[in-house]
């Protein structure tokens, strides 16, 4: 199941239109009425059909002998193991689908499940037996889920759209620092969205009760050793590939010619893989996404401004808020990989964040060198008007920053966690651009019925590099050093494992609008910005003189 909807209320609501979330998942889809105690309400979903495609299901499922409806979003990876742990209470399995697993797994060990879980997921599971509708989201935020309280009533759904309110823009203060909203806050008025890693309880009559389940590792002390991790982080990259290899539909590797994308095709296989260039803008990464591909057939995908500008509504439509010229990319490598059947689409997302390999980390960590240099011990006054300040939260807020400087500052103060800048910074971004990045890919890749998976997202993965200290990331002459030995254990090809750039899915927006270049340089977004916020709400038909009015904060 790819799309949940629901509403609960003390008096009666008509059931949601689950046609909205259609294609999340083309292949069911259906609401039904469930009963809390004395009240009732509606839990629907959509199903794009990946495990047991060929097994009818009806959405959401109902469990009578668990008391359980759940709709239920993404994939439980390890769902096989858990029906084996499962089964020796003789209960009978009515499916051969990772959502029973799922409902008997809570039956059983109740939010404690959700720490046995090795997938993405959001669902809504109503329990029948205690009257409590739960909601749930995964570790990283690979599925969406949001919610609204509109007086009495409970409204979620996997996308903003289908929450069944009135939308209307609303101030977003982390959408004016950072170009995007990424944590609870939305621009739209009354709704919100379920954190990652975070579960919410709701009783009818009672206010909705948020809670923690999952949170980043915290640092090991910087005095502690530092222990080779070489063999535990390869296994657990080989496996985390590996589970999210679909059996029974095709699928597909996107690559960038980069160490993350080739690290996994490396594993995987894929017989196409994908690949986005723009040869007449100097971005042209087809040589090393050859090399990647291991003997696989390469796609290569490209667009220019006028296809960019005729989808760029309709994109912002399938986004629900403004995000940034990736979800271009990602729109046109959709397309294509719809067009030739792709079901699952396996990419490097979190790389990045876990392994040091922004180029912002590593001027950080050259910023820590120079701290720690004994030769410039007497110049820190010299090394504070290079800088420009001595406070650390102020540096990584000018780093983190597009717009709201105050803002920025507040949400490093409140995201950055312990650790030297790189951790620090890291930490801080996988909380705002990595969210995004996820919202982008999962938005679009359903909006053309497509599955992406992250297998660098895997718990394992992303224990290691959450406890992994800086200096296994970073060292003077390379970032991702950790990612980089596995890529060399797995047989990824040198030239791409030596390869220092990072461009990611840029697309050359501002050469073609010949935009200038803003604070940032030629990858400024400013211009593309604008353009997004215009093309969000002529998509929503939202009131741009009013939303000037919200941005302005008249």
Request: a negative charge.
């Amino acid at each position: 199941m790819c799309g949940i909807v629901g509403a609960f209320a003390d008096h009666p609501l008509p059931p949601p239109d689950i046609v909205l979330l259609r294609h999340r998942g083309p292949d069911a889809y259906g609401v039904v009425r469930v009963a809390l105690g004395h009240r009732s309400g509606w839990i629907g979903g959509s199903r794009l059909a990946i495990t047991g495609a060929d097994e009818p299901i009806s959405m959401p499922l109902a469990f009578g002998h668990l008391g359980i409806v759940l709709a239920f979003v993404g994939e439980v990876y390890n769902w096989r193991a858990l029906r084996a742990e499962l089964s020796d209470d003789a209960l009978p399995w009515r499916t051969e689908s990772d959502a029973e697993v799922v409902a008997r797994a809570w039956r059983r060990w109740g939010p404690g499940a959700l720490d046995r879980f090795n997938g993405m997921f959001a669902f809504a599971l109503a329990d029948l037996h205690d009257g409590i509708l739960h909601l749930a989201r995964d570790r990283a935020g690979e599925k969406p889920l949001y919610y609204a309280t509109d007086g009495d009533a409970l409204r979620f759904a996997s996308e903003i759209k289908a929450i069944g309110l009135p939308l209307e823009e609303a101030a977003c203060r982390d959408a004016d620092a950072l170009e995007f909203d990424c944590l609870r806050d939305v621009p739209f008025a009354g709704v919100a969205a379920l954190l990652p890693g975070e579960r919410a309880e709701w009783r009818p009559g009672a206010p909705l009760a948020l809670h923690t389940w999952w949170s980043p590792p915290v640092l090991p002390p910087a005095d502690e050793p530092v222990l080779p991790v070489g063999d535990r982080l390869t296994e657990a990259v080989r496996d985390a590939v590996q589970i999210r290899v679909p059996e029974e539909v095709p699928f597909a590797v996107l690559v960038s010619g980069g160490l993350d994308s080739a690290l996994i095709q490396a594993v995987a296989h894929a017989p196409r893989v994908y690949c986005l260039r723009f040869p007449d803008d100097g971005l042209d990464p087809l040589p090393l996404a050859q090399q990647a591909a291991v003997g696989a057939e390469v796609v290569p995908v490209t667009f220019g401004l006028r296809d960019a500008e005729r989808v760029l509504d309709q994109v912002a439509w399938h986004l629900d808020t403004p995000a940034t010229w990736t979800a271009l990319a990602y729109w046109f490598l959709a397309q294509r990989m719809a067009a030739d059947g792709v079901r699952v689409v396996l990419t490097g997302d979190g790389a990045d964040e876990l392994f040091g390999g922004y180029a912002r980390y590593r001027a950080l960590w050259w910023l820590e060198q120079m701290r720690a240099d004994p030769a410039l011990a007497d110049y820190s006054s010299m090394l504070g008007q290079l800088l420009g300040t001595a406070d650390d939260e102020a540096l990584l807020a000018r780093v983190l920053d597009r717009g709201d400087a105050t803002h920025s500052r507040a949400l490093v103060e409140r995201l950055q966690g312990d650790g030297d800048l790189p951790a620090r910074m890291a930490r801080a971004d996988w909380h705002t651009t990595m969210q995004v990045n996820l919202r982008m890919v999962d938005r679009i890749m359903m909006a053309h019925g497509i599955e992406n998976r992250s297998p660098l997202l895997d718990p394992r993965v992303i224990d290691i590099g959450f406890r992994m200290r800086t200096d296994c990331k970073i060292t003077p002459n390379e970032s991702k050093a950790a990612l980089r030995e596995v890529a060399r254990r797995l047989g990824v090809p040198h030239a791409i494992i030596a390869d220092r750039c990072k461009a990611g899915l840029a697309v050359p927006w501002n050469r073609w609008r010949r935009a200038s270049a803003g604070l940032r340089g030629p990858w400024d977004r400013s211009d593309f910005r604008d353009a997004m916020r215009a093309a969000w709400r002529r998509a929503f038909a939202l009131d741009s003189a009013a939303g000037d009015r919200v941005a302005s904060g008249a």
